[in-house]
């Protein structure tokens, strides 16, 4: 498949929302809704030191398996932005720039990464067809997340203790989410289909 000007383009089927190819009003609005979004996934929040377990990895992620890499790391970083100018869409309403310096920075860092993976795998159909290999895009973005996340931690308290405090505690709630993730890629993608049947 190939563009207007003749370069070859990755079919946009396997991301149920398809927006790759939708007008710029509608990208714009999706970015929008996408942020409220991660927000919203932000605020459910259970209390944890030094960094708070919530949804944001399952919003992430979605939002990359559900926009593709481009718009989905677009969406992430417009959140991001949010945040930095003191909108309050981070974990337990959090907002500023000294969380993109403190304890979270490295899991900050890594979200627009983690988006842009899975989208991209996403884009290439690894999130359709087989649940099994769906799940392990899902926990790939996860894993990418805690892994840069524990690396910035470990420089403030020690390599032991961030994969003590930043990993091990959240890796159940990780395979969780991406199963949560999963499930939502494959409705969406079901419901799309059905919609341009009828």
């Known amino acids: 498949m ?28 999706a970015v929008l809704f996408g942020t409220l979004f991660l927000a919203s996934a932000s605020w459910i929040e259970v209390p944890m030191v030094p960094v708070p377990m919530n949804m944001q990895t399952f919003a992430v992620t979605l939002v ?9 790391a677009i969406t992430v970083l417009a959140w991001l932005g949010e945040a930095m100018i003191g909108l309050p869409v981070l974990s337990g309403g959090a907002a500023g720039p000294a ?37 392990a895009v899902m926990l790939l973005g996860n894993a990418l997340i805690l892994a840069l996340g524990a690396s910035w931690l470990a420089v403030l308290i020690g390599g032991e203790q961030a994969v003590a405090l930043g990993v091990m505690p959240f890796l159940i709630g990780a395979a969780l989410k991406s199963g949560l993730t999963v499930g939502v890629v494959e409705a969406s993608r079901r419901l799309g289909r059905t919609s341009s049947e009828q």
């Open 2 to 29: 190939r563009n207007v000007s003749g370069a070859a383009v990755l079919p946009d089927t396997f991301v149920p929302l398809r927006l790759s190819d939708r007008t710029f009003a509608l990208k714009a609005l």
């Open 64 to 72: 990359g398996a559900l926009y593709g890499w481009r718009l989905g």
């Open 99 to 135: 969380h993109f310096a403190g304890p979270t920075a490295g899991y900050l860092a890594a979200f627009p990464i983690a988006a842009m993976l899975v989208g991209f795998l996403a884009e290439r159909g690894w999130t359709v067809g087989n649940v099994v290999r769906s799940f």
